[in-house]
């Protein structure tokens, strides 16, 4: 029996760096809450972006954020890692040194940035509803503990990142794709399929009893260590491949349409 969902959002429940989520499924979660399965969203977003998208149900969800640097409810954190700010500026820097690449540093309270008008910023702040602050020098202190920093390029971020960035830092950090424009660079042991662990040990659930759903190579050890695992319609073959089942695409609510068919089962 099922008894915790997983699921990643950009990509899978939304269209990337969207808002644009069928209400539907807070109902359905909540339903699905009283006979005691839970669910988690597992997101390279913020705590904060993921609590604003699921405000009507925020109190009775999980929360994965910083691509599972964390896991938290709205008042304790479950599991957390950090990485020390002087690696993290230091990869800011090689990040801002690529051509076209822009840089997110993502801390505990906020997100921070060099330019709060950068097209990237503006994106964080109207899209992702990120609490953003600019920092004006990478020497200066971050008042903070750092998840996690992010590469941003317009639509090649992989690309970008191929060449001296991904040698440099694969040994050291955790490096993920999450999209077309994002890797995350985290700690070591922080990914989502580490992050579902540590919360599969909390609530007592074992890898048989969970679901999850993705769409990106960040979400590839979250399916691994899921007794049933879907990709969505619009995912990376990779996922796909990985995966169980695949649902429909985001779009066309492809997580909430197996939410229900579990739900029905579950009556």
Request: proline content about 2%; hydrophobic content about 40%; overall charge negative.
């Amino acid at each position: 029996m099922i008894k915790l969902i997983i699921s990643d959002i950009d990509g899978t429940l939304v269209p990337d760096g969207t808002d644009k989520i069928n209400h539907e499924i807070f109902s359905v979660i909540q339903t699905l809450y009283k006979r005691g399965i839970r669910f988690a969203a597992a997101s390279g977003r913020q705590f904060i972006s993921i609590k604003k998208l699921f405000e009507p149900i925020a109190d009775i969800i999980f929360y994965i954020p910083d691509g599972g640097s964390v896991v938290r409810t709205l008042d304790e954190t479950i599991f957390e890692e950090t990485i020390p700010q002087d690696i993290a500026k230091e990869v800011a820097r090689d990040i801002l040194s690529i051509p076209g690449c822009d840089m997110m540093i993502c801390g505990m309270k906020g997100t921070y940035v060099m330019d709060k008008n950068s097209k990237m910023a503006k994106w964080l702040i109207d899209s992702y509803h990120f609490d953003v602050e600019e920092i004006k020098n990478l020497d200066d202190e971050i008042n903070d503990e750092i998840l996690k920093v992010s590469l941003y390029h317009v639509d090649d971020a992989e690309g970008k990142a191929s060449d001296f960035f991904m040698d440099k830092w694969k040994d050291t950090l955790q490096l993920s794709c999450a999209g077309v424009m994002w890797i995350d660079c985290s700690h070591k042991n922080a990914n989502k399929g580490i992050a579902l662990q540590h919360l599969q040990k909390y609530l007592k659930i074992t890898k048989e009893e969970t679901m999850a759903f993705g769409d990106n190579i960040n979400d590839l050890e979250m399916i691994e260590n899921s007794g049933i695992s879907y990709a969505i319609g619009n995912a990376r073959d990779e996922i796909k491949a990985a995966a169980d089942y695949i649902a429909d695409t985001n779009v066309n609510d492809g997580v909430l349409k197996e939410l229900k068919k579990l739900l029905a089962k579950s009556e």
